[in-house]
């Protein structure tokens, strides 16, 4: 007080309780997993990441890095920031722009602008974090293949691929460094199908069918050098989630909520029509099924391991993932066996649904 005579010295009160020393721990508290995710935003890679983020610290997200896919690769990169944005992450989460093409460039394109909108986020550039190329600059100047080897080696023997688009820059990350898959401690692809029950050709699954050479790559290289895993197109479609209870989280007032209802308008309205038609029961976002096992290996209920390949001819197999199940061999197979994801509890990725719009 002024004129009071008395002086007043600062104080600073350190807390030694339990709980204090608790906080302090966990903040000090080495990741469970290091995941790297390499995607194509796209809709459905939309929640995938947000199902990702919602985990930290828990899991290190130590990178996104982005192919071409859904759409061109410069929106690509725009769209994978706006998904780290509205996480509130960009402090955290080093975005990298990878391939603008498939190793191998067909003739003809493949049009997804009827279910991820011609932004592949829904066509709603103005919901918050609005789109804008200025987002760019928070892209990083390294090149997605480059950081992928740099970032193997910074995480060597912890470090687990994510891989929710087409599979290129992973392919030409391994013809770079043929080393690579021994450094990494497990892949984990959404990609092909089992029954052949295609979302892009009769047979052919999107991310296969955009590159199938990336695949067949990817698979024979890593098949006996790392774990691999593989969810394909129809397990996702197996384990819908009911469209009432999914409407409900969406219903939330928050930032991911208010992004994620609107960027889905388009694709739910399409899967409406599917299950008035009885092709479907449920909404279906594939990239976020191969995320939950990733997060919660108890997700699966029941996976083979088999050797595989890719096929890249035919007039209606491109792109298609054939696989051995009967074990009668084919020098285009994978050398070793990979773990076929086939039945996953849906009251488990449910929680983690749940969980990402909480």
């Not at 061109?72 to 990169?77: E, M, P, R, S």
């Not at 190793?103 to 804008?132: A, C, N, Q, T, W």
């Not at 989280?249 to 599917?274: H, I, M, Q």
Request: aromatic residues 6%; hydrophobic residues 40%; glycine residues 8%.
């Amino acid at each position: 007080m002024s004129g009071s005579g008395l002086s007043f010295v600062p104080v600073v009160c350190v807390n030694f309780s339990p709980f204090h020393k608790e906080i302090v721990e966990y903040q000090k508290m080495e990741p469970e997993k290091y995941l790297l995710i390499d995607c194509d935003p796209g809709v459905d890679d939309c929640f995938a990441i947000m199902m990702a983020l919602t985990q930290s610290p828990k899991i290190k997200i130590v990178a996104i890095t982005c192919v071409n896919g859904n759409v061109g690769i410069k929106q690509v990169a725009i769209n994978a920031v706006r998904v780290v944005k509205v996480c509130e992450m960009l402090d955290q989460v080093p975005i990298y722009q990878g391939c603008a093409d498939p190793v191998l460039l067909m003739p003809g394109s493949i049009d997804s602008s009827f279910y991820h909108g011609k932004d592949g986020m829904g066509d709603v550039p103005d919901i918050e974090p609005r789109s804008d190329e200025n987002l760019l600059r928070h892209v990083q100047d390294e090149h997605a293949v480059n950081a992928i080897i740099r970032l193997s080696k910074k995480y060597e023997g912890k470090l687990q691929i994510l891989a929710i688009g087409p599979l290129t820059n992973v392919a030409l990350a391994t013809r770079l460094d043929p080393d690579l898959p021994e450094r990494l401690k497990s892949v984990h692809i959404l990609g092909g199908t089992i029954r052949g029950h295609g979302n892009v050709t009769p047979c052919s699954e999107y991310n296969f069918f955009t590159d199938p050479e990336a695949a067949q790559m990817v698979l024979r290289g890593f098949s006996h050098r790392c774990p691999v895993q593989i969810l394909t197109y129809e397990v996702t479609t197996d384990h819908p989630l009911p469209p009432h209870w999914f409407d409900g989280l969406l219903e939330k007032d928050s930032a991911k909520c208010n992004f994620f209802r609107e960027v889905y308008k388009t694709p739910k309205l399409l899967e409406l029509e599917d299950i008035s038609a009885g092709v479907s029961t449920g909404y279906i976002i594939c990239d976020a099924y191969i995320v939950s096992v990733v997060l919660r290996p108890d997700c699966i209920i029941k996976s083979r391991k088999l050797r595989m390949g890719v096929e890249l001819g035919g007039n209606l197999s491109r792109g298609s993932l054939v696989i051995d199940h009967k074990s009668k061999g084919s020098p285009h197979l994978t050398e070793g066996a990979i773990e076929l994801i086939e039945e996953i509890d849906v009251e488990k990725f449910k929680e983690l649904v749940a969980e990402t719009l909480a």
